[in-house]
């Protein structure tokens, strides 16, 4: 085996390892690049409701099933249904 032929096994070997480390840093890149969108429509968000009772209307031990300081009336309150009567 020449001298030459030892020398371009071995830039045959570093150009493949060049060229597989290039490909797969853009495939690398390629993957977070699609995979870090944002999704539409967007994913709901979990979680509770906390009443700390940091103001007048959050004061007390009794969570409250409806929200507190909504002076007028909703629209299920203003919607009632005629009572019948019994036959």
Excluded: C, W
């Excluded at 001298?3 to 840093?25: D, P, W, Y």
């Excluded at 968000?45 to 099933?65: A, H, K, R, S």
Aim: proline letters at 10%; zero cysteines; hydrophobic letters at 30%.
């Amino acid at each position: 085996m020449s001298n030459q032929e030892t020398s371009n096994r071995k830039n045959q070997r570093i150009g493949l390892l060049a060229t597989i480390v290039f490909h797969g840093g853009l495939l690398l890149f390629f993957f977070f690049l699609t995979a870090y969108r944002s999704p539409n429509p967007p994913a709901p968000e979990y979680g509770i409701e906390v009443n700390f009772g940091l103001d007048t209307q959050g004061d007390g031990e009794i969570q409250p099933e409806e929200p507190v300081g909504n002076d007028q009336p909703t629209e299920e309150q203003v919607k009632t249904e005629p009572q019948r009567e019994p036959e």
